[in-house]
């Protein structure tokens, strides 16, 4: 209500918007709420006439979403008339940046500008393009030294700001890993009655495979999330290829290609029209339910990214207890133990992922279901929700103290 201390977080995107930053934004806000914290979000969105907000509230959340303008100079000078509205209303105790650019870089400006503490969440991509042209590395560097406090999602993009920012710097850096719902992402539906599980369990799979147009004896190789050029597109399209020529397979993409990389799988169609033939794409799912579901139908599941943060769809994987082959790229390290809980390729090394996924479908069954119950352990300790939750309060703690020192 008026006058109430609130809690503020700026987001490019928020779910149900595509992609990973609006669902880590999402977990993040509702987490924030979940300490009993009056949390609102600003979001952009094209879905709106440039300039109008619109408002509503979303499981305790209060989301304000405004359109954007043809261009992020406009957007972004409205957006802080917006901003001083909404405090004007709300009164705001910090401000939170979901991540750097432009959501961090606007809600440092803001903070500084309004007299409050200010965080920023680096997630991954925003550091690895902005450090580099045509990407702006002196916004990202003004932006992490004027932040209160910095959180990253992994250990390796800790690192990375801290080079950034200068090995003198007494700047706080926190690890706020991505979490999991492992009660949705299991090996199985956990609302199915345990007499008929099964059944139901075989019934739901083999529909979905003649849904999909996936053959019986076809093993499927599994993509999550928004495949282009950092998720490894280069390297699927090519292990693909090469594991068709020693058996039946497909490759699953659970979420879409995106467009402008829509060429690219064109001209390998050229050279490998029977591999691209047996592509199948499910297009955007936005119910959670869903992808667990399209999840379980794989036979491993991948990650070559070339650049990545912490991606939550290695994380479901193994939660649903799948063999993973990711990449060394990012904080997939930190997630994955080589030949423990599941497998992971030297970037340099990303033109064998085909000679890797064969080696891990020729693995006994009961190996592969060792990996995997490694896996799923690993998420329920280590990225669980009421850790993420108590990191937060303590960032938020860290937070209510600096700003009650202004």
Known sequence: MPGSSALLLITERYAPDLGGVARSAERTARSLSSLGRDVHVLAWTRTLQPGLLKSEVISGVTVHRMGLFANWDLSQQHSLNVLEWL?????????????????????????????????????GNDIDRLMFPPGDFARLQWTLERADLITTVSRDLAHKVRVILGVKSKHEIVVLPNVVDAEVFAPRSLQADEHCEANAETAETTSLRER?????????????????????????LAALAEVRRRRHACLLVIGDVRPREQSEIST???????????????????????????????????????????PNAVLEAMACEKVVIASDAGGMPEMIEHGR???????????????????????????????????????????N?????????????????RRDKQ
């Open 268 to 310: 390998f169609e050229i050279v490998e029209p029977e591999a691209v033939s047996r592509i199948r794409v499910t297009g955007h799912l936005d119910d959670p339910t869903h992808v667990a579901e399209h999840v379980r139908l794989c036979d491993v599941c991948l990650q070559p990214s070339v650049w990545d943060g912490m």
């Open 341 to 383: 809980d599941g497998f992971i390729v030297s970037k340099s090394q990303l033109h064998r992922l085909g000679e890797a996924i064969l080696e891990v479908l020729s693995l006994p069954d009961s190996e592969r279901q060792r990996i995997g119950a490694a896996a799923r352990s690993r998420v329920l300790t280590e990225f």
């Open 212 to 236: 999909l147009g996936i053959a019986p004896d076809e093993a499927v190789l599994g993509f999550c999330g928004e495949l282009r050029h950092k998720k490894g597109l280069s390297f699927l």
């Open 87 to 123: 405090h004007q209303r709300f009164q705001f105790e910090f401000v939170w940046g979901h991540y750097l650019n432009p959501a961090g870089f606007l809600a440092v400006l803001f903070a500084g500008l309004s007299g409050l503490p200010s965080t920023v969440s680096a997630r």
């Open 385 to 401: 929700s009421e850790q993420e939750r108590e990191r937060l309060r303590a960032v938020v703690d860290r937070l209510t103290q």
